[in-house]
């Protein structure tokens, strides 16, 4: 799935606003910004990232944290095979990088372009208020983690794929009001559906599968199979399909807001 945005008549449009372009920094020989500049940056400047980058490997040096300003960063695991497992999709005020013996868990890996700032979390870098900051969001983080493992071991393939729409419709507009005469809403999502799938742990061919059944139920449409917008067409029945995915859901946009 790319993710070029645009609008359709009488729909709201959810995805991100990608930087334009990357400025000021040295480029790497893979496209990327050079890594010893990343490094050398100082806390607070800005670092701009092109799309499909990989900021760190798994096991690599932890020695830079980023707040993501604009554009989407994936984390992955590695597993036992020769894939990644992605554990985490982030966007605007997510933070990354933090490790707790000096080494990074999760490969981070840019879905868009990124813009991310570079963070002091030393009490001799960061004001009291930064970091009572950065706990906030952290706890948000943690919580929307949780919640995707619980909805990974109890939740069926169909609601865990209208859990991960739900979330990123409410991921990109918290205040959305969910009515009987809510607007068709227009979601991009920049990870191709392969990816998808391995973020709610099913194989591509059922998540081929669930999303057919949404369409056949009226819930949502796409225009073609590659298409990078998912519309959601009845997004009451949406919610209605998981209670439980609303009330995770609620509890996770109420920690957004207050992060």
């Known amino acids: 799935m790319h993710t070029t945005l645009s609008r359709s008549k009488g729909s709201r449009l959810i995805g991100f606003k990608a930087p334009d372009k990357v400025r000021g920094h040295a480029i790497s020989p893979d496209g990327g910004l050079d890594p010893q500049e990343q490094t050398s940056s100082r806390p607070n400047a ?7 980058h990989t900021i760190h490997e798994s096991g690599g040096d932890a020695d830079s944290v980023f707040q993501i300003v604009n554009g989407y960063v994936q984390l992955s695991i590695p597993t036992l095979g020769s894939a990644n497992q992605i554990v985490a999709i982030l966007g605007k005020g997510d933070y990354f990088g933090f490790s707790a013996d000096g080494h990074h868990l999760c490969k981070a890996r840019t879905l868009t372009p990124v813009t991310a700032r570079k963070v002091a979390c030393s009490s001799d870098n ?12 952290l706890q948000s983080q943690i919580n929307a983690a949780l919640w995707h493992h619980v909805s990974l071991a109890h939740l069926s393939v169909l609601e865990r794929l209208a859990d991960f729409l739900l979330w990123w419709a409410r991921r990109h507009a918290p205040k959305l009001a969910i009515s009987a005469d809510s607007g068709p809403l227009d979601l991009h999502i920049p990870l191709q559906r392969r990816d998808i799938a391995n973020h709610l742990a099913m194989t591509s061919e059922t998540m081929s599968r669930m999303l057919g059944e949404l369409q056949r139920r009226g819930m949502i449409t796409m225009t073609t199979r590659k298409s990078p917008i998912i519309r959601i067409t009845d997004l009451p029945a949406l919610v209605a399909l998981c209670p439980k995915c609303r009330e995770g859901m609620t509890r996770h946009d109420r920690e957004l807001r207050s992060a």
Do not use: G, K, W, Y
Request: hydrophobic share 35%.
């Open 126 to 137: 960061a004001t009291r208020t930064d970091l009572i900051s950065i706990n906030r969001r």
């Open 46 to 52: 800005s670092v701009d990232f092109p799309a499909r």
